[in-house]
């Protein structure tokens, strides 16, 4: 029995839903997010809330319960309070800077890493070590970070590279430390 899928979503005020056939649209302060859910699922708006339901107890209508609530529970917090991931350039010389909607990065390769914003995300640098990228989709904005880490990922004996701010990278000990 999905639990997740039992709890209804409350939809704060200034956040308008509406529900064609199986398509969900999200408007609130932060834009509008739209989703195609499942065929099997059932949702619908029940005063101040949203009610996802099933069909019957099958694997596979067990499964999508659970996963199209939180889908439409993530839309409503993108489009009131949206997401955030921070990431943290560790090494010497790394830094990064924004230029215009561009992401431009110095991270030991022998060229810059230029990277441009997709719609929908916004980057922002408060240092030259730290970058915060945030948007209402919250697949957009944790692909994108992926993306970002990804150029240069965190390596375990110095800990150079990119990563979460909440992120804990392994070390181990180098070539003195066989003894």
Wanted: hydrophobic fraction near 35%; charge should be positive; include cysteine.
């Amino acid at each position: 029995m999905s639990r997740i899928g039992l709890k209804p979503i409350t939809i704060p005020a200034g956040v308008d839903v509406n529900i064609n056939a199986n398509t969900v649209t999200v408007k609130g302060p932060n834009g509008t997010l739209s989703m195609d859910a499942h065929p099997n699922m059932a949702i619908s708006v029940e005063g101040s809330e949203i009610i996802v339901s099933r069909p019957n107890d099958a694997k596979e209508n067990r499964s999508l319960h659970g996963l199209t609530r939180t889908l439409v529970a993530n839309m409503v917090t993108g489009v009131t309070e949206g997401f955030k991931k921070t990431l943290e350039v560790n090494g010497v010389g790394y830094r990064v800077q924004l230029q215009g909607t561009n992401l431009v990065m110095n991270l030991g390769y022998s060229h810059q890493v230029i990277m441009e914003a997709p719609e929908g995300i916004k980057i922002e640098c408060p240092s030259a070590n730290s970058i915060v990228i945030s948007g209402a989709d919250k697949q957009k904005v944790g692909q994108f970070a992926a993306q970002v880490r990804e150029k240069r990922p965190p390596e375990p004996y110095k800990g150079k590279g990119i990563k979460y701010s909440d992120e804990h990278i392994r070390r181990k000990e180098g070539k003195a430390g066989k003894k």
